[in-house]
């Protein structure tokens, strides 16, 4: 069964920092494109945050690039979103998703609906 768990939601203060995981099961990282999308609270899910694809290269929206930063561990089949200088605009539930690729395939710049396995998200608030 192709699975994915997120973890390491909380509330964290503005500026801070807080690292998000994607655990994978039932499929290699090898061959998937990994993707973060969120959903503020009362708002329509937002497009694709950032990519991790099968070679490791990666993707970034405008809207996170140099704050947020996407890797994969192939060692333990878990991706990780590390997120800096937070804002209360950042405030919302996180999915990882992902997508069949194939092996060592470069990113592409995937839209949500390319994405067909989900997690169920992890809350992220960033309040004071």
């Known amino acids: 069964q192709l699975k994915l768990v997120e973890s390491g939601g909380a509330l964290v203060q503005p500026g801070g920092s807080l690292r998000l995981s994607c655990a994978v099961s039932?499929?290699?990282?090898?061959?998937?494109?990994i993707a973060w999308i969120r959903q503020a609270p009362g708002k329509e899910r937002e497009g694709v945050l950032c990519?991790?694809?099968?070679?490791?290269?990666?993707y970034y929206d405008d809207s996170v690039k140099g704050r947020f930063t996407i890797s994969r561990d192939g060692a333990t089949n878990t991706v990780h979103l590390q997120m800096n200088t937070v804002e209360p605009e950042d405030t919302a539930v996180y999915y990882c998703?992902?997508?069949?690729?194939?092996?060592?395939?470069?990113?592409?710049?995937?839209?949500?609906?390319?994405?067909?396995?989900w997690g169920q998200g992890t809350q992220v608030t960033v309040s004071s």
């Open positions: 990519i991790s694809s099968s070679d490791g290269s990666t």
């Open positions: 998703a992902a997508a069949w690729v194939g092996r060592g395939v470069g990113v592409q710049v995937l839209r949500t609906t390319d994405f067909p396995i």
């Open positions: 039932g499929f290699s990282l090898d061959y998937y494109a």
